[in-house]
Protein backbone atom coordinates (compact mmCIF):
# COMPACT_ATOMS: atom_id res chain seq x y z
CA UNK A 1 0.00 0.00 0.00
CA UNK A 2 1.02 3.37 -0.96
CA UNK A 3 0.31 7.00 1.78
CA UNK A 4 0.19 9.92 -0.33
CA UNK A 5 0.16 13.56 1.32
CA UNK A 6 -0.38 16.82 -0.36
CA UNK A 7 0.95 19.98 0.61
CA UNK A 8 1.42 23.51 -0.36
CA UNK A 9 -2.11 24.91 -1.32
CA UNK A 10 -2.95 28.59 -0.19
CA UNK A 11 -5.00 31.57 -0.82
CA UNK A 12 -3.27 33.70 -4.34
CA UNK A 13 -3.66 36.70 -6.22
CA UNK A 14 -4.47 35.83 -10.36
CA UNK A 15 -0.71 35.96 -11.80
CA UNK A 16 1.04 34.70 -8.39
CA UNK A 17 2.96 30.83 -7.59
CA UNK A 18 2.08 28.35 -5.85
CA UNK A 19 4.30 24.79 -5.75
CA UNK A 20 2.38 21.80 -4.79
CA UNK A 21 4.33 19.15 -3.28
CA UNK A 22 3.13 14.95 -2.86
CA UNK A 23 5.18 12.84 -0.66
CA UNK A 24 4.41 9.21 -1.10
CA UNK A 25 5.41 6.65 1.52
CA UNK A 26 5.83 3.40 -0.10
CA UNK A 27 9.48 2.10 -0.63
CA UNK A 28 8.77 1.13 -4.02
CA UNK A 29 6.74 4.76 -5.06
CA UNK A 30 9.49 5.95 -6.44
CA UNK A 31 9.15 3.60 -9.65
CA UNK A 32 5.43 4.27 -10.13
CA UNK A 33 3.68 6.66 -12.18
CA UNK A 34 2.05 9.66 -10.98
CA UNK A 35 -0.33 12.32 -11.65
CA UNK A 36 -1.88 15.36 -10.66
CA UNK A 37 -5.77 15.97 -10.86
CA UNK A 38 -8.30 18.84 -9.66
CA UNK A 39 -11.51 19.03 -8.53
CA UNK A 40 -13.36 22.61 -8.26
CA UNK A 41 -17.35 22.84 -6.67
CA UNK A 42 -20.10 21.32 -8.79
CA UNK A 43 -17.51 19.84 -11.55
CA UNK A 44 -15.85 16.44 -12.26
CA UNK A 45 -12.34 15.55 -10.99
CA UNK A 46 -10.10 16.77 -14.53
CA UNK A 47 -6.59 15.75 -15.30
CA UNK A 48 -3.85 18.20 -14.61
CA UNK A 49 -0.65 16.90 -15.32
CA UNK A 50 1.20 13.01 -15.21
CA UNK A 51 4.61 11.67 -14.88
CA UNK A 52 6.26 8.41 -15.94
CA UNK A 53 8.21 6.41 -13.09
CA UNK A 54 11.28 7.68 -14.40
CA UNK A 55 10.18 11.37 -14.81
CA UNK A 56 11.43 11.62 -18.15
CA UNK A 57 7.80 11.69 -19.56
CA UNK A 58 5.49 13.87 -19.02
CA UNK A 59 1.65 15.26 -19.88
CA UNK A 60 -0.36 17.95 -19.29
CA UNK A 61 -3.66 19.07 -20.02
CA UNK A 62 -4.18 21.38 -22.34
CA UNK A 63 -5.41 24.44 -19.72
CA UNK A 64 -2.36 23.80 -17.96
CA UNK A 65 0.16 23.66 -20.63
CA UNK A 66 2.84 26.21 -20.09
CA UNK A 67 2.07 27.31 -17.37
CA UNK A 68 2.13 24.24 -14.95
CA UNK A 69 5.52 21.74 -14.37
CA UNK A 70 5.40 18.45 -13.04
CA UNK A 71 8.35 17.34 -11.93
CA UNK A 72 9.87 14.48 -9.43
CA UNK A 73 12.25 13.75 -6.81
CA UNK A 74 12.71 10.00 -6.76
CA UNK A 75 15.22 9.68 -3.88
CA UNK A 76 12.60 11.75 -1.52
CA UNK A 77 9.53 9.76 -3.13
CA UNK A 78 8.23 13.38 -3.83
CA UNK A 79 6.01 14.79 -6.74
CA UNK A 80 5.96 18.23 -7.31
CA UNK A 81 3.65 20.46 -9.11
CA UNK A 82 4.78 24.05 -10.10
CA UNK A 83 2.30 26.37 -11.01
CA UNK A 84 2.86 29.53 -12.41
CA UNK A 85 0.72 32.52 -13.82
CA UNK A 86 -2.34 31.20 -11.79
CA UNK A 87 -5.39 32.25 -12.33
CA UNK A 88 -9.11 31.84 -11.08
CA UNK A 89 -10.20 29.12 -12.96
CA UNK A 90 -7.18 26.88 -11.34
CA UNK A 91 -9.15 27.44 -8.09
CA UNK A 92 -9.72 23.56 -7.02
CA UNK A 93 -8.50 21.18 -4.62
CA UNK A 94 -5.40 19.19 -6.20
CA UNK A 95 -5.06 15.65 -5.56
CA UNK A 96 -2.18 13.84 -6.90
CA UNK A 97 -2.42 9.99 -7.40
CA UNK A 98 -0.39 7.00 -8.04
CA UNK A 99 -0.46 4.09 -10.82
CA UNK A 100 1.43 0.96 -9.45
CA UNK A 101 1.70 -0.94 -12.36
CA UNK A 102 1.31 -1.59 -16.04
CA UNK A 103 -1.18 1.29 -17.49
CA UNK A 104 -4.90 -0.07 -18.54
CA UNK A 105 -6.25 3.06 -20.16
CA UNK A 106 -3.33 6.13 -20.25
CA UNK A 107 -2.47 8.68 -17.31
CA UNK A 108 -4.76 11.04 -17.94
CA UNK A 109 -8.16 9.09 -16.16
CA UNK A 110 -8.52 9.21 -12.97
CA UNK A 111 -9.78 5.25 -13.49
CA UNK A 112 -6.20 4.34 -13.93
CA UNK A 113 -4.57 5.52 -10.96
CA UNK A 114 -4.43 3.19 -7.45
CA UNK A 115 -3.51 5.31 -4.49
CA UNK A 116 -5.21 8.99 -3.86
CA UNK A 117 -4.04 11.77 -1.70
CA UNK A 118 -6.57 13.81 0.98
CA UNK A 119 -5.92 17.06 -1.73
CA UNK A 120 -4.92 20.72 -0.86
CA UNK A 121 -6.80 23.57 -1.49
CA UNK A 122 -5.94 26.23 -4.36
CA UNK A 123 -7.64 29.27 -4.66
CA UNK A 124 -6.93 31.76 -6.97
CA UNK A 125 -8.50 35.86 -6.91
CA UNK A 126 -8.64 38.01 -10.18
Known amino acids: QVQLVESGGGLVQAGDSLRLSCVASGRTANTYAMGWFRQAPGKEREFVAA????????YYSDSVKGRFTISRVNAKNTVYLQMNTLKSEDTAVYYC???????????????????WGQGTQVTVSS
Open 51 to 58: TSGTGTLK
Open 97 to 115: AAKAGRLTTGLSAGSEYDY
